[in-house]
């Protein structure tokens, strides 16, 4: 009884501090709301056009179904009668994705398959799909730092973050169009196979334009709302690399909507802007791409979901 108290005094404790560590953004986010005039962000907020956050959201509609339709291209490569019960997935594990520390809840995607091996070939596009989007938010964030003043930094630092981007997005692309993995694999795992799905380099294409032009929404998406919502002056670069820098942070299971990391980021890398201006974008960012955006994801992946169940009876 006694060494049985032990573990679970043990097991309380761990969890304990993975608690603290979720909630380190959090905790984040509210020393930076102590530190500045919480009327003076709201009166930004109010000011905002509704209009272009309305045009913001479409942006985000478009995103999700984009990137629906490339999961589903990773998946079933040009099977259309899946369409439905792909976008439905992808869309359920996204608005989950939404509200977990680090995004792990897009991991679920993976949970559909009804075998191990196909789960295990499932997870391991799911890590090409995040491959492709971490590494063009890494480009994207060396472009930004080599093409502006954002943060002062060795011409060099740049160039190598664009580089570690680059690397990224081919080896996603590599996971995707090669069998190696299946041969990797059976190294360490015995009468274990992973399922490949052999691919036209049409296919491969369309999936790498897919992961371009679902980022290429959402940063413009994030740059309507702070340049034609709230009028902040900024480029398009710069938008997209504050915010690209702000996703990769929001990646670490340390916060959930980016609480706190987003913040800190947009007030180091928009310092010239007033704090009021760059927490009111950062509000709007969370209301549109993260709540907005997840609560939009969840209703339509429920509503693929259904009409795949229906189609299927």
Not at 59 to 77: D, E
Not at 220 to 246: H, P, Q, R
Not at 268 to 275: E, R
Request: aromatic letters at 12%.
């Amino acid at each position: 009884m006694k060494n049985k108290s032990v573990r679970l005094s043990k097991k309380r404790r761990k969890i304990s501090w993975f608690n603290i560590l979720r909630l380190a953004g959090i905790i984040l986010f509210i020393v930076i709301i102590s530190h500045v005039d919480v009327r003076m962000i709201w009166t930004d907020i109010k000011s905002a056009n509704i209009w272009f956050l309305l045009l913001a959201l479409i942006f985000q509609i478009f995103l999700l179904f984009t990137k629906g339709f490339r999961w589903h291209l990773l998946n079933v490569a040009n099977d259309s009668g899946k369409l439905k019960q792909s976008l439905g997935e992808f869309l359920e594990s996204y608005a989950i994705g939404v509200i977990t520390p680090g995004r792990l809840g897009e991991l679920m995607k993976a949970g559909h398959q009804k075998n191990r091996e196909n789960i295990f070939a499932s997870g391991i596009r799911v890590i090409a799909e995040r491959g492709m989007d971490v590494g063009m938010f890494i480009f994207i964030a060396g472009i930004a730092l080599l093409t502006t003043k954002m943060v002062m930094l060795s011409r060099v630092i740049p160039w190598l973050i664009i580089v570690v981007g680059v690397l990224i997005v081919i080896s996603s692309i590599l996971i995707l169009s090669s069998a190696w993995i299946n041969r990797f694999t059976g190294l360490f795992i015995p009468n274990f196979t992973v399922t490949f799905i052999h691919r036209k380099p049409i296919n491969i294409i369309n999936i790498v334009g897919l992961s371009i032009l679902s980022n290429l929404f959402y940063f413009t998406s994030c740059y309507i709302i702070a340049v034609y919502s709230l009028n902040m002056k900024l480029s398009l670069v710069e938008v997209s690399g504050g915010v690209a820098i702000a996703g990769l942070f929001n990646l670490l299971p340390i916060t959930i909507m980016g609480l706190g990391t987003r913040e800190l980021t947009f007030l180091y890398v928009f310092g010239p802007l007033t704090k009021n201006l760059v927490l009111a974008f950062s509000a709007l960012m969370l209301t549109i791409a993260q709540i907005g955006g997840g609560i939009l994801a969840l209703i339509l992946g429920q509503f693929f979901l259904y009409l795949n169940k229906k189609s299927l009876n």
